[in-house]
């Protein structure tokens, strides 16, 4: 009996156990899909990004059929059909497949596509292979195939969303504003989202996938209040403006408007306000990533959450690149001992500039030494203490000097014109004295020389070192008139902000100070004293070179659009100007083994040749085997090349850009012979990238020489020197040389 009831047991329970599974199974609900539309986009962007899928869009043909090819993921399916990564068999190109929901056949075909190791991951039966694939499995296997690619481009953000379509007035659909900028979301639903942090995948700024929700608790920092009643707070929030409900009714709202808070949320209400009320302010020295250094106050840490909003005009939130060194026309609200804003509450005036001043020969930004020596009395402080100089003292500094420990030191003389000499740095005038003050500061292990000065003073320096003083007097002026746009726009760009300067005293900006002043230089930044080359009520980019091959090209070269330098037209070098067309490799080596007429044409550069050889090239492209030819691909307004190839033995290489084609093809062991017989070596340049290449045949030890026919020194974009000299011989004014360089500029 006993062993019955045994026996029963050993049986029934396994069997009630099968039961309960077949009853688990039977009941549990089939797992939610996900559509074809989430699907594909997060496929689409895990291989290219949303600009590739719009510009192939714009582009391409639609597999979609006519009227139906305005939905947001048309052109993510399009991508996947145009590279083979979904099929129109499998996955007919309608809206309503799109919106229907991915099977467990397509998402086996497109991870086969994609990934060898993911390619087994789904299991497709006849049972299943039409039935939707789980959407958290879609996800798991996205996340392992972001794992496996090196180059992280779909990423993980946490986003704190501040601005929704529909809180935000005329904002285009399908973006959302953040704490990190503005994002797309395409395809997903984000007005619940509103003052919450979130966690997402991303690709570049489109939003992939929302993961989870991280917190209904949120902090506002640093939020500029522009208006306040008992009940409603706006405020300024990332680059939007916003209305807040308040929990508490505001006892003294007007206190609070013209003020910096934090503001802490809690489901999307005001739950506390911390008003930032402490200002300071003075001339900014620099600007680092995690502090400015300000005069009078040293280095002031800055708070994360760091905001610059500009005051005057229309309001507007700007970036740490907007916080001008050498000047004082911004105010910083601080708390705790931290910088927490920015209030820019004027326009600059382009008075002053900061020059980084090199060693010998322009060859570092860092000293190992400096010695000075004071043409005049004066003083200088460190740690908010004065000390004076006499007229004769010299003093030396390194790195290690106990005055360097506590700071920077600011050496200011009394005749700010005759200013202090350097010692330490050479230069082609010899040892340079430097007007206005100078000061010096610890970088590491060395040291760097910043002078202040006026911008006219700067611009005296400038002139002669960048043009012989010798030239014209209307080609001067034309020049001065250059520096002193290009010198303003540098001041706004503020290149060197972690080291208190605008620019430096090379090539790499304008060379200054590297040859005395002239009475002839001095004149022509006179004469034209404040005026500055405008287009489109802004400071022009005013670039200038040496010479010309006879035309100018556009500014095109460097990446831009030519919308955006609309000034910058390329033009012929010759009277009455214009445009020649020498796009094609056959009408410029036409032109360039030809004097042509020209403005310049008498000038040595004007035309230049040099031979290089295959060998001289490998040692640039040591990866394409023996190297048999070299072709200009494309050209730009006036020939320029714009993109070459090199095509060897073992493959071939793509140089893009006139100063990676003129570094590459460039040699110190060329010999440069320029038009009137004269020949220069020991360049690692060649002069232009105006050039056409005639290619020889290889010798019986497989070398090739190619012969470079040249035209031009320098980049070719803007004013060319020598045709400023040669127009200001023919009776041009300096107005009319500008105006015949930069197309549609007024003198302001």
Not at 49 to 64: G, H, I, L, M, V
Not at 250 to 258: A, D, F, Q, V
Not at 717 to 734: D, I, L, P, R
Request: some cysteine; charged content about 25%.
């Amino acid at each position: 009996m006993k062993r019955k009831r045994m026996l029963g047991w050993m049986i029934g329970v396994p069997l009630v156990i099968v039961v309960l599974i077949g009853i688990i199974l039977w009941k549990e609900p089939e797992r939610e899909g996900i559509s074809r539309a989430a699907a594909y986009k997060s496929a689409a962007l895990f291989l290219t990004t949303p600009d590739e899928c719009r510009k192939e869009a714009k582009e391409e043909n639609s597999y979609f059929p006519a009227g139906s090819q305005d939905s947001w993921y048309v052109k993510y399916m399009d991508y996947l059909y145009r590279h083979g990564m979904i099929s129109e068999e499998l996955t007919p190109a309608s809206l309503k497949e799109a919106e229907g929901q991915l099977t467990y056949e397509e998402a086996a075909y497109f991870l086969g596509n994609v990934s060898e190791k993911l390619a087994g991951q789904v299991t497709v039966t006849k049972k299943n292979r039409k039935k939707p694939f789980p959407e958290d499995e879609w996800w798991a296997l996205y996340d392992r195939l972001c794992q496996e690619r090196e180059d992280g481009q779909v990423k993980e953000k946490h986003l704190l969303i501040c601005g929704t379509p529909e809180s935000v007035e005329e904002e285009e659909a399908w973006v959302v504003h953040t704490d990190q900028g503005r994002f797309g979301f395409e395809g997903l639903a984000m007005s619940r989202y509103l003052d919450t942090e979130l966690v997402v995948l991303v690709r570049d700024s489109e939003i992939i996938r929302v993961k989870e929700k991280a917190s209904d608790d949120v902090v506002y920092k640093n939020v500029w209040i522009s208006g306040a009643t008992q009940e409603k707070l706006t405020g300024y929030v990332g680059s939007i403006t916003r209305d807040f409900s308040v929990k508490k009714k505001i006892k003294s709202p007007k206190e609070m408007e013209g003020q910096v808070a934090d503001l802490y949320l809690s489901q999307g209400e005001i739950k506390k306000i911390t008003l930032k009320k402490e200002r300071i302010g003075g001339k900014v020295l620099s600007v680092k990533d995690d502090s400015i250094e300000l005069e009078g106050y040293g280095e002031v840490p800055v708070e994360e959450g760091f905001c610059v909003y500009k005051l005057y005009g229309d309001f507007e939130r700007q970036s740490v690149a907007n916080i001008l060194v050498g000047y004082d026309c911004q105010e910083f609200v601080a708390a705790d001992g931290k910088l927490c804003a920015a209030l820019i509450v004027r326009p600059f005036e382009a008075d002053t500039i900061r020059v980084l001043v090199m060693d010998t020969n322009f060859q570092s930004l860092f000293h190992d030494s400096i010695e000075l020596e004071f043409l005049s009395g004066g003083t200088y402080t460190v740690d908010k203490k004065e000390y004076s100089f006499n007229s004769g003292d010299t003093m030396t500094l390194t790195p290690e000097d106990e005055l360097l420990k506590k700071g920077r030191i600011i050496f200011q003389p009394d005749d700010t014109e005759r200013g202090i000499r350097v010692l330490s740095v050479e230069r082609a005038c010899g040892k340079p004295a430097y007007p206005g003050r100078l000061e010096i500061d610890r970088e590491e292990n060395s040291l760097v020389l910043v002078n202040e000065l006026y911008l006219e003073s700067y611009l005296k320096r400038v002139v002669p070192s960048e043009m012989p003083a010798s030239y014209e007097k209307e080609a001067l002026k034309a020049q001065a008139v250059c520096a002193r746009t290009y010198a303003c726009r540098q001041i706004q760009g503020n290149s060197y902000k972690q080291y208190g300067a605008h620019v430096d005293d090379s090539i790499r900006f304008q060379v200054y100070n590297n040859l005395d002043v002239s009475s002839g230089t001095d004149m022509a930044v006179s004469e034209t004293y404040g005026e500055l080359l405008m287009c489109e009520g802004q400071a022009a980019e005013a670039f200038y070179f040496s010479t010309s091959c006879g035309h100018t090209t556009d500014g095109t070269i460097w990446g831009a659009e030519l919308s955006e330098v609309p000034h910058l037209k390329g033009v012929a070098v010759k009277e009455g100007g214009g445009q020649r067309d020498l796009l094609s490799n056959q009408a410029f080596e036409a032109f360039i083994k030809d004097r042509a007429e020209g403005y310049e044409a008498d000038f040595p550069f004007y035309r230049w040749n040099t031979k290089l050889t295959s060998r001289q090239l490998e040692q640039k492209l040591p990866d394409i085997g023996t190297i048999t030819k070299l072709t200009v691909e494309e050209r730009s307004t006036g020939g320029i090349g714009k993109v070459l190839v090199a095509e060897g033995t073992e493959g071939s290489r793509r140089i893009q850009g006139e100063g990676s084609i003129r570094s590459t093809l460039g040699n110190t062991e060329l010999v440069i012979q320029k038009q009137d017989g004269t020949t220069v070596t020991g360049w690692s340049s060649l002069p232009s990238s105006f050039i056409a290449i005639d290619c020889g045949q290889p010798d019986e030890n497989q070398v090739t020489v190619f012969t470079i026919y040249g035209g031009g020194y320098g980049h070719g974009v803007g004013m060319s020197q020598n045709g400023a000299q040669a127009m200001a011989k023919a009776g041009k004014t300096y107005k009319e040389i500008l105006g015949f360089f930069f197309s549609g500029i007024e003198i302001k």
